[in-house]
C-alpha cells in the first residue's frame, strides 16, 4: 500500500511522572497513585535488582494506600507487567542513546571529511602543493584529490 495517507493523527502526549501535570494529576487520584508507585519503583530500582524493587515498590503503596485495593488483588500480574514495562523502558532508552551516539560519530566524520575537502580544495587553488602533499596532509584518499583537481581545473577554464 503506498500513496497519500488515509488518516492524519494528531496527538497530545502528556507527561504523567510524579511531579509533572499538577492539575491533571489533581483531577485523576489513580493516575497521581500510578505515579507515585512508578516514583518508587525508579527509586528502588537505583539500589536494587528490579525485581526487588517492584516487590517493595508493591508492598509500600499498598501500606501507604496507594493503588492499595488494586495491588491487593493483581500483585503478581502488577509485578510481572512492571518488570516487563521497565526493562522495556530501560532498553528504549538504552538504544536511543546508542542511535544518538551513532547519528553523533556519523556527523561528526562527515564533518572533518567536508574539511578535509575544503582544505584540500584551497591547497589546490594556491598552486603550491603537490597532489599527493595535499592527500597526505588533509588525510584524503590521492584518487579523491586527483579528481578534485580535475573538478578545479574545469571550473577555471
Do not use: W
Request: proline share 1%; charged share 30%; with cysteine.
Amino acid at each position: 500500500m503506498s500513496g497519500e495517507p488515509k488518516l492524519e493523527l494528531i496527538v497530545t502526549v502528556l507527561n504523567v511522572n510524579e511531579g509533572h501535570n499538577a492539575e491533571l494529576m489533581q483531577h485523576c487520584n489513580t493516575l497521581n497513585e500510578y505515579a507515585q508507585y512508578v516514583a518508587k519503583v525508579r527509586h528502588y530500582a537505583a539500589d536494587m535488582s528490579l525485581d526487588q524493587a517492584v516487590e517493595r515498590a508493591v508492598d509500600e503503596c499498598i501500606r501507604e494506600g496507594i493503588l492499595a485495593e488494586f495491588l491487593t488483588c493483581n500483585r503478581n500480574e502488577v509485578i510481572s507487567m512492571s518488570i516487563f514495562e521497565y526493562d522495556k523502558e530501560l532498553e528504549e532508552k538504552k538504544l536511543r542513546k546508542a542511535e544518538y551516539e551513532a547519528g553523533f560519530s556519523e556527523g561528526e566524520k562527515h564533518g572533518i571529511e567536508l574539511n578535509s575537502i575544503e582544505t584540500a580544495k584551497r591547497m589546490l587553488k594556491l598552486q603550491e602543493f603537490s597532489l599527493e602533499k595535499i592527500a597526505a596532509i588533509t588525510g584524503l584518499p590521492f584518487d579523491e584529490v586527483k579528481k578534485l583537481h580535475s573538478n578545479e581545473a574545469r571550473s577555471d577554464s
